[in-house]
Each structure stands twice: as C-alpha cells, then as structure tokens.
C-alpha cells in the first residue's frame, strides 16, 4: 500500500473518531452548571476577547418537541452534559437525547410518554444527570447511566449508550416518587421534578417541584436520596420538621407542621464530593402569600441546608427569608467556590436570591463570610397573618437591584398616557419598599417572584474571583382577596391579566400579575435586565450593564431600543475572560468581555434562548451551545432547537 493511500485512510479514520465525538473532552462540563459545584464556568480558552467575534453557528439540531407539546407548553430549557463523547439533554417532557457533539446529529432518545393530555403545574425539564457504575465493567448494560426525574413524578434510568432502561433500576428502570410525599389529588400533574438529580459516590439526591400556591395542605417538599444503581430509597429530609425530634420543630406550632406542605427544593442541588455534602436550596411553605396557617419562621424553608449525603442528616442550614408570603424561594443553585479572601482561601458557597441579595457562607460549618444582620421590615398584615419582624440582609455584595418604596413619583411609560396610568396603579397599591406584606387593596413587589436571579443563577470564574448574574429587576402586585368574594374576583373580567389562586384552607384566595402599563411595558423605570459582576473577593459590584433590547417584543416601526428587559436563564464565563449569556427576552446569545461587560460578539437565535449555555471541546475545537426554545409565558418565540458555536 503506497504513502498517498496511508494517508487518505488515516485522515479517513480521523475524521470518522471526530464525527462520533472521540475527542470530546467531558471534564469540560459533565454535570447540570459544568460541575457538581454548579460553578458555571467553562474552564477553555480556544473562544477568547480576540477572537470571538469570528464564532459561527456550526450545527442546529431540532428535538420534534414544538410539534408534539405546543398544546402544553413545554419550556426547552436544558443545559445538556457532556459524557463519554456523548452530550445528553432533556426536553421539557422529559424526552432523554443523546447527540454526537461535533456534528449535532441524534444518536438515540429515550421517551418517558408523558400524557400530554395531563395539565402541569411546571413546565420545564433543564437536564439529566451521569453516572458510571464502579462495579461495572465499560461494555456491561448500564455501566454509563442517564438519570431524569419528569413532571409527572418519576425517576428514571437509562443506558447512557443506547437510551435503554436500567432493569435493576426501580421497576424497568423507573422509581415512583410520588409515593409517601401525601399526593394530593387535583387533576394533572402538581408534584413534578424540572432540575436533575445530583449524584455523590453511589447516592443518588433529589428534590420536587410543587404547585404551591393553591393550598395550605399540599404534597411534602421531601428531598431524597436513593442508591444510584437500584432506585432504594435511602433516607429522606423534608424540610418542614414533622416531629419533636428535629430541633427546627420548635420553631413551629406542632398542628400546623402536620398539615403544612411544599418548602420544596425544586432548583438545581449541588454538592462536594470531599465532604460529603449537598448543597439544598428549599422554597416557601404553602401557600406563597398567605401565612396564617403556619405560624413562626418556617424553619427549614427559604433555606440553605446542607446535609450529609450518606445519611440525609442536617449538617447546617442558614434560612434567607424569614416566614416567607412573597414566593421568595431560594430558586437557583448553590454555586461551591474556593474564596480568595485576605490571603485565605476559604471553601464557600454562594446563593443566590430572588431578593436580589447574594448571601455567601463557610461551606463547611455554615458561618457567614460577609456578615448578616437582621433589619426590621414592614408590619401591618392582612387579619391573621404572623409576619417576621426582621429579614437578614447581607452587609456585602450589597443588593442588586431597588428595594425601595414606590410611589406615583416612580412611574414610568413610553407615551404619556402610559406613564399616567402606572401612576395611577402605583397610588392605589401599599408600597414600603422589600418585604411589604400582601394586602387587601393590593401590594407592590418589588423585587417580583419571578425576579432578581432566578434559576439561571451565579457563574463564577475561579481565576478573577467573579461572580456574575443575570438579574431582572421589575415589580407585580399581589392582592388578597376575602374567600366569599373570591369566585366572584376570578370570574369578573377586572383583571384579566392576572393569575387567580384559591390558596384553600385560608381565609384567602389571591392573584397576581406583573405591573404593566396598557402598552404591556414595566412601570417601573429601565433597565429592567442587567448583567452584573461581583468581585466576590471583597463583595464589590464590578461592573453591571443593561442586557437585552425590546427587537422580538414590539412591533417593527418600533425602535430597536437597548432598554434592558426582563429575562429568564443564566450566564456561563469562560477561562476565555468572556461571558455567554442569552436569557433575555430577545432571541440572542451575547458574548461579553468579563472585566467590563462590553459586548463584544452576538448571534442572532431561532427562538428565545431562555436556558443557560454550556462548552466543550470536541475534535480539538471548542463549542458553544445553547438551548432556545423560546417560554410562551413569558411571551417570546418559541421552538426545540439546540445551537451549537464554533471558530471556523
């Protein structure tokens, strides 16, 4: 065989191991956020301040989904994982892809057959989890597994080289997690799971996500850790103590704790293998804005806990918010550090709020790295209610976005008949500022339950000690309404924007929606979306800019204006000093330069990209992808694709 032949067949050969991915290099980001720590960091370089604006879309991949739940509205969230030259993603039925990474084609799904007929209290699934059994051998059925919990309650287990499910896992690959969580009955599914699991030696951990808001006995928000290889139930933690034994169990009144529910951990968990731990952000006790059922605190809900994997066992927790009626679950997760401080480095873990307050802790023992303090916040609940007369407040980073009172002085609008209007919402609703209790006549939230960070949480780039966020800063009003008015409220066509829930066992029903003027804008004042970095080192605001533009949200003679918008989703930094983010409610993905926030590469998206992107390398090559199926709630374009990026 002559040289000329050799060579062919070698670059033949070549270009097939590229075309199945053999060069993929999985620590780049096998795990939900790049890591068990959720730091969402890539730690490549190849994309870098120099050269990003020559990224180029390089595959765009469908997954079939828009067609099959566009009747349901599923939300194309994921942040896929890369294993074993393979990237793995879920869709929000919970359909399992595996895709090659450098050409974007399918290799297999797995689907769980969701009745799409079913209504869901969520929408969403953002990923799945790995596993590679260390009593197995590479070749044996199972010995890479793919985990995904669904919304309609299950945990499932597949093989992570053909989609086939783990028969020794559950029942054919399948645990039923809503058994012992008291299923409450309603119609479709209301005890759901959107986040993965995370998986620490053979313990496998997750938590829920409840519809929290109709009710005061709802489904128990347990978390749960079972062996990864058979589905056994190991232990469970629910964070409403249900007996005496818990040292949180006094800070409840004992009838209340047996009927009380949710406190769920419905955000991504993250752990330290090191120590054993996972890192559990929980929500509110049910019902979001009424608290006269569940007098006190609410300890261990709107917590951070960390428990020991092994045993379920709390090892500290630190609560954020106090007796929680404003839907201020911890929603995003828990991002593990090593923290450069005075000479120090310190093992941390950052969380972030919907308050718009980064709180940072000692990942070990839980003691406060930036000093907290107690600050009184406003009294004057509606009859019944047993407000917290403090909240904590963090002395440093200070606070993202406007705590502030808001009256018709603050109002805001794009012609005059609109300002006048939120002018006049604003002089009829309770506003003194964070932490103003729901009312009869209405309250404005500031900052919103869908603001602040949200899911889409904190990147953190280990090498400059940055942390940055993608925060949406806009309010809504909360209104209670008296329960023999209630069914009349709803029925009427006064608020037709408004969400309507009957919160039943209450002596109110409420309903909510976002304060917007008749053009549909905030009324409150712009940016309404920022990007910010904190120099967590000190807890200093670096820079923060205005992210995102109203182009996919008004008409086109319209001007293109740089307002800053609301968003969902988060950031990704790069080694490569730049950001990735999309999240806003325009159908891009912007690439900035970390040490200022300038823009400095943007790529125009099929639909909203409201997820959060990842990296890997792939064929010597680094790649950007980003999910952007758009979130019909939030009003932007819908779709299933998945979008990957690359020099050429």
Same mark, same amino acid.
């Given at each position: 065989m002559n040289i000329r032949v050799c060579a062919v067949l070698a670059g033949m050969f070549l270009e097939s191991l590229a075309s199945v991915g053999l060069y993929a290099n999985e620590a780049d980001w096998s795990h939900y956020g790049g890591s068990e720590k959720g730091l969402q960091h890539s730690p490549l370089s190849h994309i870098n301040k120099a050269?990003?604006?020559?990224?180029?879309?390089?595959?765009?991949?469908?997954?079939?989904?828009?067609?099959?739940?566009?009747?349901?509205?599923?939300?194309?969230?994921?942040?896929?994982?890369?294993?074993?030259?393979?990237?793995?993603?879920?869709?929000?039925?919970?359909?399992?892809?595996?895709?090659?990474?450098?050409?974007?084609?399918?290799?297999?799904?797995?689907?769980?057959?969701?009745d799409r007929s079913q209504s869901t209290s969520e929408t969403a699934n953002r990923g799945v989890s790995s596993w590679i059994d260390p009593k197995a051998q590479d070749g044996d059925a199972c010995y890479h597994r793919i985990y995904i919990g669904t919304l309609d309650s299950r945990l499932i287990s597949v093989d992570g080289s053909n989609g086939k499910p783990c028969a020794d896992f559950g029942v054919n690959g399948e645990v039923d997690l809503s058994k012992d969580v008291r299923l409450v009955d309603r119609g479709g599914y209301h005890y759901s799971v959107t986040s993965p699991p995370v998986i620490v030696g053979d313990t496998l951990v997750t938590g829920s996500s409840i519809g929290d808001n109709s009710a005061v006995e709802l489904e128990r928000g347990i978390v749960r850790g079972f062996n990864a290889r058979t589905g056994v139930l190991l232990w469970s933690f629910d964070p409403i103590p249900r007996n005496e034994s818990d040292p949180a169990f006094a800070n409840w009144n004992p009838e209340e704790a047996k009927k009380n529910g949710a406190a769920n951990a419905w955000a991504p968990l993250s752990a330290d293998s090191e120590l054993g731990l996972v890192y559990v952000p929980t929500g509110s006790a049910s019902p979001d804005f009424y608290g006269g059922e569940r007098e006190g605190d609410n300890l261990y809900a709107n917590s951070l806990v960390a428990l020991e994997v092994k045993t379920g066992a709390v090892r500290w927790h630190q609560q954020l918010v106090h007796h929680d009626v404003w839907d201020y679950d911890l929603p995003s997760q828990p991002t593990l550090v090593e923290l450069e401080r005075d000479g120090t480095t310190i093992p941390a873990v950052i969380q972030a709020t919907k308050t718009g307050l980064i709180f940072t802790f000692n990942r070990?023992? !839980?003691?406060?790295? @930036? &000093?907290?303090?107690?600050?009184?916040?406003?009294? $004057?609940g509606v009859p019944g209610e047993h407000l917290s007369k403090?909240?904590?407040?963090?002395?440093?980073?200070?606070?993202?976005?406007?705590?502030?009172?808001?009256?018709?002085?603050?109002?805001? !609008?794009?012609?005059? @008949? &609109?300002?006048?209007?939120?002018?006049?919402?604003? $002089?009829?609703l309770r506003s003194e500022g964070i932490y103003t209790p729901p009312s009869l006549e209405g309250t404005i939230m500031l900052p919103s339950y869908i603001g602040g960070v949200n899911w889409g949480g904190v990147a953190f780039n280990p090498e400059k000690q940055i942390a940055v966020v993608r925060v949406t800063e806009a309010a809504n009003v909360i209104q209670l309404i008296k329960r023999e008015d209630f069914l009349r409220e709803a029925a009427s066509d006064k608020h037709p924007e408004s969400q309507y829930t009957a919160q039943s066992g209450t002596p109110y029903g409420m309903r909510r929606e976002l304060l917007t003027s008749p053009l549909g804008t905030p009324c409150t004042k712009p940016p309404w979306g920022w990007i910010k970095a904190i120099d967590?080192?000190?807890?200093?605001?670096?820079?923060?800019?205005?992210?995102?533009?109203i182009e996919d949200l008004v008409p086109a003679p319209i001007p293109n204006l740089a307002l800053g918008i609301p968003g969902i989703g988060g950031p990704m930094t790069t080694a490569g000093d730049l950001i990735f983010v999309a999240a806003a409610l325009d159908n891009y993905l912007r690439a900035l330069d970390i040490s200022t926030g300038k823009e400095l590469w943007k790529?125009?998206?099929?639909?909203?990209?409201?997820?959060?992107?990842?990296?890997?390398?792939?064929?010597?090559?680094?790649?950007?992808?980003?999910?952007?199926?758009?979130?019909?709630?939030?009003?932007?374009?819908?779709?299933?694709?998945?979008?990957?990026?690359?020099l050429e």
């Open positions: 050269n990003v604006h020559e990224l180029r879309e390089v595959w765009r991949y469908r997954t079939g989904e828009l067609s099959q739940g566009a009747r349901s509205g599923y939300s194309f969230q994921t942040n896929p994982i890369l294993v074993r030259s393979t990237l793995y993603l879920s869709t929000g039925s919970g359909i399992i892809i595996a895709l090659d990474p450098v050409l974007g084609t399918e290799k297999w799904r797995h689907d769980p057959e969701l070990v023992n !839980g003691v406060p790295i @930036f &000093d907290i303090e107690e600050r009184p916040v406003p009294q $004057g403090t909240q904590p407040f963090p002395l440093a980073p200070p606070p993202l976005l406007s705590h502030a009172r808001l009256g018709s002085e603050d109002a805001w !609008g794009m012609l005059l @008949f &609109d300002k006048w209007n939120c002018a006049k919402q604003f $002089g009829e967590m080192t000190q807890g200093n605001i670096l820079w923060q800019v205005p992210h995102g533009t790529g125009r998206l099929p639909a909203g990209g409201q997820a959060t992107p990842m990296s890997y390398t792939a064929n010597n090559k680094q790649y950007v992808v980003i999910a952007a199926g758009g979130h019909q709630g939030a009003g932007t374009t819908m779709g299933d694709y998945l979008v990957a990026y690359a």
